[in-house]
């Protein structure tokens, strides 16, 4: 599991090695987090660059066992505090189908299509339900360790979730 | 490999496969395939922070003057959430990039126009305002390829450029002061001196004044920028003070006072450079520890 748990005592204060290594840990599921409520790659990365120099500042407080909550807690407090809500536009790149052939150009247009519209529907979905969709999906995270990301309940990933589903069903059909 | 065989062996995708899904199957597969772009390796996101950190860069709030009571409000709330950790609710949009010494650094601006920066040379700009105004300060040495658009500005401590869309090198270390430009034209001031310069040609700062005159540089752009220093009767001790930034190397040197040198070197090895540099000139020299040079002038 997460790289610093399965400690025994709760160290305060972490080292250059520890901090490396937590980069090496965090780093792309904090870059997931931020892309998934921004749809921007840059944005994503300028945040974790800037969650992790304001970690080392604070290196000396930083509980190991609590590091990855406060990764969170800090680049979702830089996001929401420096980009206003904007509309979003996904660009996921889309791998699966590499591996097969299509049957026809025209069955691979309409997969495109599908994908195209998938990702439209990502981002009108309202971004709490979507954040916990992706990472599910995506990250392939249990319910209980999106709850631990997000400080939030399993009952409210459970919800949100719900909600996420639903949403996709309804603009989907309505497309297609 | 013969594309059509490569394709044979993957496996065939048909429609009426794909018809068969539901929607949340559909919707589940093409998730299953999908990446978060990245626009830069990890190690390279590493790196700069680590620049970012050995720059003592700090994330500081400094934006936040329209604040409503809502948002005060809400934002001592994150505060005291968070307090044991995290004062400051952040917002600093300085960018720095810094190239150490023995190091060279390339990096691409938010409008794609690109940078080499050389040794011992820092850029900065502001992220949030680059958009509407291309302006960076810069100390010490870069090489600039800039994407056609709004005026793009360079801001040393002696002088600015200013160039629309082309290619150039400046150089501002302490006193010294020169630009090249390569393509396009370019605009250089100190003051109120103004001079603009053409595809070929350099301004240098001597004595309070700006000299245009031409250069010649075989490979079309900043030699250091692919590893050769070119060097046009340049003071000695100016040569010593770029060697000891291109290799991260202490030089204590005597006997150079007022002499120059004109040559090439590249930046592949020390003691090849230090050779290039000490033999026409009668120095010798010697490495301790790796990176202590002596130069001196050479024993009768």
Redesign the interface.
Known sequence: MGLLSGKIFSITGIDQKGF?RL?EAY??EL??YI?YRSGD??I???I???T???V???RD??KVDTARA?LY??AS??YA??FKRQKLRF???????E??????PE?EL??KE??NK?QQVLAGMNEKSRVVF?MS??DQMTYNEIAKRLDISVKAVEKRMKKA?EY??DK??QR? | MDIRNE??N??????TD?DKLS??E???????????????A?AT??E??RQ??EQG???QETAKRHLNIYWAAA?IA?IA??A???FN?????AKVVFAERGRHVEYTLPDGSEIKINSDSKISYS?NKFGQNRELNLSGEAYFSVKKGAPFVVKTSIGKVEVLGTTFNVFSREKDFHVSCNTGKVRVSVGAQTVTIEPGEKVVWVDGVLKKSSFTDEDGKAGWTIGKFRFDNIPLISIFDEIERQFNVKISATGIENRYFTGSFSNTKLNEVLETVCLPMNLEYDIKDGNKVNVKPKDK
Not at chain 1, 99 to 104: Q, V
Request: net charge negative.
């Open positions: 490396e980069f780093c792309d870059q997931h892309y790659a840059e994503a990365e300028d974790v660059q800037d992790f120099l304001k080392w500042e604070i407080s930083v406060l807690t800090i407090n830089l505090n420096r660009k996921f790149e889309q791998t699966i189908l591996d097969r052939t299509f049957e026809s069955f309409e997969v599908f994908d998938l992706l999906r995506i589903l996709v069903h989907i059909e297609f | 394709n044979m993957k496996p065939k995708f048909s429609k794909f929607v949340g559909k919707t589940n597969l093409l998730i299953s395939g999908y990446h978060v772009p990245q626009k830069q990890k996101t590493f700069i922070i970012r950190i860069e700090q994330i934002s994150v959430l968070a044991t950790f995290y609710v952040i917002i600093s949009q992220a």
